[in-house]
């Protein structure tokens, strides 16, 4: 990113404001904001030509090893743009060795690849863990008279529930009356002999 001379300018001025602030004038202001904005379209017309430069490397590499001159050219403008090589284009490099530009591209990427893989190893030698659970908790749970014991006598103070007794037999009621039990005769009443025959007298 290159500045203008009147660029130039507005960021000195804005430089000394911030280093010894006072009256500021609505030029001042509208210069700076202006510059504002022009960092802002910079950023991301930036950012819009790397998406664009990525996209073609990509295609390019897909297409390997017809297209290795427009490979090697778009992987060193990448490179200049801080782009750091995946593993995807070493393995294009390894493949394409034969070819002096590629062998110098590939000791190139294989340095930054190194330098990427140092960084990552001493920021998290850097970086302590948090402890799950504070050490002071850690010792009242491991106590006899900790935490985990005062649950326990919480647990053991809470009084037994009752257990539901069973629905009674229904029982018959003595006061009902009870149903007669019908005799013999009754269940088979007798049949009366049929009538004999009139007789007719002349």
Known sequence: MAFGAEELRVLRRAL???LHPGRTSAEDVQ???RLAESLDEAIHEGVRLRAF?????DRYRAALPGTAAGYFALLEEALGAAYRPVPDDLAALRALRGNPR????????RVLAEQDVRARFAQGARRV???????ARTRLLAL?????RRSEDAADKQPPKPTP????AERPDPAAPKRPIPTPGEVFPRRKPPAPPHQLVC
């Open 144 to 148: 006899s008279g900790g935490a985990a």
């Open 165 to 168: 007794k069973p629905a009674p």
């Open 16 to 18: 000394a404001l911030a």
């Open 53 to 57: 430069l990525l996209a073609d490397l």
């Open 31 to 33: 210069d700076c904001l």
């Open 129 to 135: 863990p948090a402890p799950a659970v504070p050490p």
């Open 102 to 109: 590629a062998a110098a591209l590939l000791e190139r990427c």
